[in-house]
């Protein structure tokens, strides 16, 4: 089956200035998968550009077969969108706009069960410009799911969010992707959230994707088996990474004590391995 979203040599400028050198990215049906990068890298350019709300300089896009940039209603009304930032009917209640957006679906999901999945209930009386950043974060995923969508893309969708939300955010998500198949296209800088919540990470940097993967295969390119050894000596905070740490801890425990000062041992996880690998894209650029 062809990918829900394919991109290929994706190009775009603001004024003079090149954003995007050539992207090429997939995602497949019932996929989710994190758009990880910097700031300023063009990941809400990149999704705009997907949503259908942004024009391209160049280069080959398809979201559910079809070219975004002259996409009609009916595209649209399969897509969910949460984007980084909106302001809009502020004077409307969080009911009103939800039923409001409903009645543009065909197939709009249950409203009370939605509220009560994104913990939203509390609030659907309330006005919009009276939530708090994080209710209002519910509110708009919840405004994105309302028509069923086949693709739901979402900009840093969890920012603002307390724990708990965050984890029920988290489990609409999965549970969506699960249930209906949705395709799920999200950015985040939160390491451990794109850990959690995607099959695939996709990496922007320097205007294009420089890698694509499952985050094995992401950890197998950047220090595979890699544990950090964190040590205190001579007054000094100290950090190794080994793929032998028990030979690591002998020494120090020979030089040190059994007890070793400050000692701490941990597998690389996720953010390890992207901060090295946008540190090796920018020694690579600058070479
Ligand atoms: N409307 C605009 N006009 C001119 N430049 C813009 C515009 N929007 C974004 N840019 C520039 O394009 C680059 C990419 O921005 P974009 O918002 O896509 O980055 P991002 O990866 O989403 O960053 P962040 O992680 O901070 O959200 C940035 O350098 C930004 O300053
Ligand atoms: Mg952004």
């Known amino acids: 089956m062809s990918p829900r979203i394919e991109v290929r040599d994706l190009r775009t400028s603001y004024g003079q200035r090149e954003i995007l050198h050539g992207v090429d990215l997939d995602v497949r049906q019932g996929e989710t998968l994190a758009l990880l990068g910097p700031n300023g890298a063009g990941k809400s350019t990149t999704m705009e550009i997907l949503e259908g709300l942004r024009g391209r300089g160049s280069g080959t896009v398809r979201v559910l077969g079809r070219d975004p940039e002259s996409a009609d209603d009916a595209w649209r009304g399969r897509i969910g969108v949460v984007l980084q930032t909106w302001r809009d009917q502020r004077d409307w209640t969080v009911e009103s706009l939800l039923r409001h957006t409903s009645l543009y679906h065909e197939k709009p999901v249950d409203l009370e069960e939605l509220a009560e999945r994104i913990v939203l209930t509390d609030f659907l009386g309330q006005k919009i410009r009276h939530l708090s950043g994080g209710q209002r974060r519910r509110m708009d995923l919840a405004l994105?799911?309302?028509?069923?969508?086949?693709?739901?893309?979402?900009?840093?969708?969890?920012?603002?969010?307390?724990?708990?939300?965050?984890?029920?955010?988290?489990?609409?998500?999965?549970?969506v992707a699960a249930e209906e198949g949705v395709t799920t296209l999200f950015t985040t800088h939160d390491m451990a959230e794109a850990d959690r919540l995607s099959d695939r990470i996709a990496i922007l940097t320097g205007g294009r994707v420089t890698f694509t993967g499952t985050r094995e295969e992401f950890s197998g390119l950047h220090g595979a088996g890699d544990t950090s050894v964190r040590w205190t000596e001579g007054g000094r905070s100290h950090r190794e990474l080994t793929s032998d740490p028990s030979a690591l801890i002998t020494g120090l425990r020979n030089r040190l004590g059994s007890n070793v000062p400050g000692l701490e041992v941990r597998r690389q996880n996720l953010e390890d391995c992207y901060l090295a690998h946008v540190q090796s894209r920018k020694e690579a650029s600058t070479a």
């Open 144 to 175: 994105a799911l309302v028509g069923r969508p086949e693709i739901l893309f979402m900009d840093e969708p969890t920012v603002g969010l307390d724990p708990e939300a965050r984890r029920a955010f988290h489990d609409v998500v999965s549970w």
